[in-house]
């Protein structure tokens, strides 16, 4: 009886081993800007983790939230940290172009997935050993400056100024709309810098005032970008203004007030969400981030950051199932894995768009991914 007894403890101890190793935890460590200049953009971010599923596939998704405080240094911080103290299976991250960027060196290091909330296309080309890592859910920059300078092509801009940040955001926005602009025939009178956390502009403002432009393009992100246009407006401009994707929820309409009436923007559908036609693939579920998010926060509190986050979490419950069949969460092997399932996305509608990933692209959004919107009444009105 003691050795049945004995047998029958060893066996259960052997399961018991087993369905742990089966249902071992899966760590997703996150760093976002919930605090600094990029908080308006992180703060939404860090809700939506809230409403992302706890489990995938039968196995527990644990999220470990850091704030980098929309600064560098503290995001490659967080990023080590994430690494060698909880050993993470995949690092979702940063908020803004300048920390995804330094964090591509470690997660390359440690040879982690990461999939970045941030829009330059630097962050995830050109492809290389690094990059190989590294994945991206906002669109391109270039992407949404082809939308923008379409726009303006149609509405008869022959003369255009830039002000953006003078950081990897505004470079990246500027190489990539001048180049498309120029090859438009649209002439660029002016080309002006910024920093997130300036108070006055005025010097750049009159510079872009003297040119005389029809347009002008203000290349910044979240409340911040804000300066400009209302500096602008306090100043007698009546031209066309135009900002990117990076403004695109209620704290910049909120802080830009009437100054930012009949200003135009790309933005993910997910901001006009309701507004879609039924025929548009990305409604149904850009509607149900929307319905889940002010479910929780309130009327008219979603915005396109948020949906980033959304989105990384559609991408990982899409690659883990098939990691999993692969090796186990806390092994190289699951990382790699996972980075191979994420790569081998196709066809996945997200809130903002439809993934088809491939080993040159690490986005994969088309055209289906961005609108054009107009700041009506203090809303955003799709322009149709």
């Not at 409340?223 to 100043?235: F, G, I, R, V, Y």
């Amino acid at each position: 009886m003691n050795i049945k007894n004995s047998i029958a403890g060893l066996l259960a101890l052997v399961a018991g081993g087993l369905a742990t190793t089966v249902y071992a935890d899966i760590n997703v460590g996150v760093t976002l800007s919930a605090t600094g200049p990029a908080a308006s953009l992180g703060i939404p971010e860090k809700n939506t983790f809230a409403l992302l599923p706890t489990t995938i596939a039968g196995q527990k998704v644990n999220y470990i939230l850091l704030d980098d405080a929309s600064d560098t240094t503290t995001a490659v911080k967080n990023t080590r940290k994430l690494l060698a103290e909880d050993k993470v299976d995949v690092i979702i991250g940063s908020t803004i172009t300048p920390n995804s960027l330094a964090m591509i060196d470690v997660v390359a290091e440690a040879e982690t997935p990461m999939i970045a909330m941030a829009a330059s296309a630097r962050i995830i080309d050109p492809m290389d050993d690094k990059r190989y890592w590294v994945f991206k859910t906002p669109q391109n920059d270039a992407q949404m400056a082809t939308a923008i300078v379409e726009h303006m092509t149609n509405n008869n801009v022959k003369t255009v100024a830039y002000i953006g940040f003078a950081d990897a955001y505004g470079e990246g926005w500027w190489n990539e709309f001048s180049k498309i602009a120029e090859a438009r025939k649209i002439q660029i009178v002016g080309n002006e810098r910024f920093n997130r956390s300036d108070t006055s502009v005025t010097g750049q403002v009159l510079k872009i005032l003297s040119a005389k432009p029809d347009a002008v393009l203000v290349g910044g992100a979240g409340t911040p970008a804000a300066l400009p246009q209302k500096s602008l407006k306090e100043k007698g401009y009546k031209g066309m203004m135009y900002q990117t994707h990076g403004v695109a929820n209620a704290d910049f309409l909120r802080v830009c007030g009437k100054d930012c009436e009949g200003t135009f923007l790309p933005a993910g559908p997910v901001l006009v969400a309701v507004q879609l036609p039924d025929s548009n693939p990305v409604k149904k579920v850009a509607l149900d981030y929307v319905n889940k998010y002010e479910a929780a926060h309130g009327k008219g509190s979603v915005s396109t950051f948020g949906a980033h986050a959304w989105d990384a979490g559609k991408l990982l419950s899409n690659a883990v199932p098939q990691a999993l069949k692969k090796a186990q969460p806390g092994t190289p092997e699951f990382r790699k894995a996972l980075r191979d399932s994420l790569e081998a996305t196709k066809n996945l509608t997200a809130a903002h768009g439809v993934f088809n990933m491939s080993p040159q692209d690490h986005l994969g959004f088309d055209q289906r991914s961005r609108v054009m919107v107009e700041i009506v009444d203090g809303n955003w009105q799709l322009v149709k």
